[in-house]
């Protein structure tokens, strides 16, 4: 079953549930994910707003702090309501006055300093050092209790993918701006403290980093439960997808249901039809057989005959039924004419062509022959190329029929005669070097006529070192180059198995593969590696080839003294150095 159908028959086996495709993405990814970690089932603690609202409400921030002392300075900077302002100026610029008054330089009494402090009674002091204390504390507290661990958070969770960071960042600056403008106004109430101020709260702001820590652990927790479960959640994760599929999928599955249902009952209804028509049909082809078997098999021959015609694309002439003689016909050209001076090659060929169409039954059903023995004697005579490529092909057919041990045409046996090497290549080249059993079957023979006009038949055999008998059959038919390999097969002097090894070398690798003379000295250089009787012996085989390239030779062609074993086995190398090993296996008749 395709991966198509095995998707389609999923989707329609499964119930549909709307679900949300993110969810199972992230989920999914999650389980898979190499580098997934697992944590604490709540690793963010969320921060304590227990003493947040005393701090923020700090009493004195309310409270005007003035002084209740009675003395004349007192009374006089209190009518001017300047007692803050004094108290910070002399608190500045006490030591740096020299004794004067900075307004008019008047020397100031030596009980100056006494005078002054008894302006401010002891609670007044305490309250403005308490206020300092406070200041101090409510920063520290702030940045150790929010700023400070809100930091944290935020470097870590982009660590982790989880939560939204940006929405942490954004509520942190919140929270440091409004504890900046508090900072700002717990000092101006040092400078000022009659002056009542109220701080602004965080509480909002933190309430709402709580909320985002929280829905963060739910993610941990999330995770925890996935990486706990990785094999379930992915198995979930595809159960979930596919049902997933089945909901976006379901009015298209609905529509093609009630299709199907439609097509069904058509195919149900075509399939009576055509029960009823084949009822029909096998008594028609009845009535044909009994009509074929008064008439004879002329019509249906000459009828097959004409459509092979067409269908190699033949024009010259085709086959009718006699008009008037039964179990005759008549050949016509195109124009619908009785062809007349047929040429020796179209008479032939209609022959053939008959002969073809007859072995393959009878004229009448009684006539039938099976295990036929079929001879075919040079049909090609006088026949052009393209109806040699014809006829040519229709023997092949009759040869594979008998192959297969009479297969449809009940051929058992058939010997094809010719005097044509084109012919007989055309119909036996598929069967002269395959170790298929089918070649088994095959033999090639030569037929001579002795000076007494004796007619001897000899099959055409070789050496050959593959089979145990030490002979195979081959063809006789060879082309120049299966004749030059059949020269190196044979060759018993080294001068002459030199010269057609050097000939197959410049046709196979030169010519027909292309290779540069260059590329092949230093390919085989390079295979041989530094054996030196070896590369004298691949210098001697190339050497002609360099010479006839650059018409450096002199027409001498001369072999050392090296034995013929050496020479194929230099020869084999040059095949292996550039991967052709193969087919020097195959020509030369040998097995890895």
Not at 180 to 190: D, E, L, P, V
Not at 235 to 242: G, L, M, T, V, Y
Not at 274 to 300: H, W, Y
Not at 326 to 349: I, M, Q
Request: a negative charge; charged letters at 30%; proline letters at 3%.
């Amino acid at each position: 079953m395709s991966s198509t159908a095995r998707c389609f028959q999923r989707v329609c086996s499964t119930a549909p549930v709307d679900r949300d495709f993110n969810d199972i993405k992230s989920r999914y990814e999650a389980a898979t994910d190499p580098n997934a970690t697992r944590y604490d089932a709540a690793p963010l603690k969320l921060l304590d707003l227990t003493k947040l609202e005393s701090v923020e409400t700090y009493s004195l921030l309310g409270q005007a702090i003035i002084s209740t002392a009675d003395n004349a300075y007192s009374r006089f900077w209190q009518n001017l309501n300047a007692m803050d302002w004094v108290n910070t100026g002399h608190t500045h610029y006490s030591k740096n006055a020299a004794g004067s008054c900075p307004y008019c330089s008047r020397e100031l009494p030596t009980d100056f300093e006494e005078q002054f402090l008894a302006c401010f009674d002891e609670k007044y002091s305490q309250d403005c050092s308490h206020l300092v204390e406070y200041g101090r504390k409510y920063n520290e507290y702030m940045t150790a209790s929010f700023i400070e661990p809100l930091r944290r958070y935020i470097e870590l969770i982009p660590q982790t993918g989880f939560g939204d960071w940006k929405a942490y960042g954004e509520q942190l600056k919140l929270i440091e701006n409004t504890v900046q403008m508090n900072n700002q106004k717990i000092a101006a109430k040092i400078e000022k403290p009659s002056e009542v101020v109220g701080l602004n709260s965080i509480s909002e702001f933190v309430e709402r980093v709580n909320d985002l820590l929280t829905e963060t652990n739910k993610l941990f927790e999330a995770n925890n439960k996935i990486f706990d479960a990785k094999g379930k959640t992915c198995e979930d994760c595809i159960n979930e997808a596919w049902e997933l599929l089945a909901f976006e999928t379901s009015g298209d599955r609905a529509a093609y249901d009630a299709e199907d249902k439609k097509l069904a009952a058509d195919s149900l209804q075509k399939a009576t039809t055509i029960k009823r028509l084949n009822g029909s049909f096998g008594v028609l082809k009845n009535e044909i057989r009994d009509l074929s078997d008064k008439m004879g098999g002329t019509a249906s021959t000459v009828e097959k005959i004409n459509a092979l015609l067409q269908k190699t694309g033949f024009r010259g002439f085709q086959l009718r039924p006699h008009a008037r003689v039964p179990d005759k016909y008549e050949v016509v050209r195109e124009d619908g004419e009785v062809a007349k001076g047929l040429s020796e090659g179209e008479k032939n060929f209609i022959a053939f062509l008959y002969f073809y169409f007859y072995v393959q039954g009878a004229w009448r059903k009684e006539d039938l022959v099976k295990g036929k023995i079929v001879v075919i004697d040079d049909p090609v005579s006088s026949m052009d190329s393209g109806v040699l490529f014809v006829v040519s092909s229709l023997v092949r057919k009759l040869v594979e029929d008998c192959f297969l041990d009479g297969g449809q045409f009940n051929i058992k046996q058939i010997f094809v005669l010719t005097h044509n090497p084109y012919f007989h290549k055309e119909i036996s080249h598929k069967y002269e070097t395959s170790k298929d059993d089918i070649v088994k079957k095959s033999s090639f023979f030569f037929v001579k006529k002795s000076d007494e006009n004796v007619s001897t038949v000899k099959i055409n055999e070789m050496e050959c070192v593959t089979n145990e008998s030490g002979v195979e059959n081959v063809s006789p038919v060879k082309n120049s180059y299966d004749a030059l390999w059949c020269e190196y097969r044979d060759a018993r002097l080294p001068a002459t198995l030199l010269s057609v090894i050097q000939r197959i070398v410049e046709y196979y690798f030169l010519q027909l593969c292309s290779y540069s003379i260059e590329d092949l000295r230093e390919r085989v250089k390079t295979h041989i590696g530094g054996d030196d009787k070896r590369q004298r012996i691949a210098d001697e085989i190339l050497r002609f080839i360099y010479d006839e390239k650059f018409d450096a030779g002199d027409g001498i062609n001369y072999a050392p003294d090296h034995d013929i074993p050496a020479y194929k086995e230099v020869f084999e190398m040059i095949f292996e150095a550039l991967s052709q090993k193969s087919h020097y296996l195959k020509m030369s008749g040998e097995c890895e």
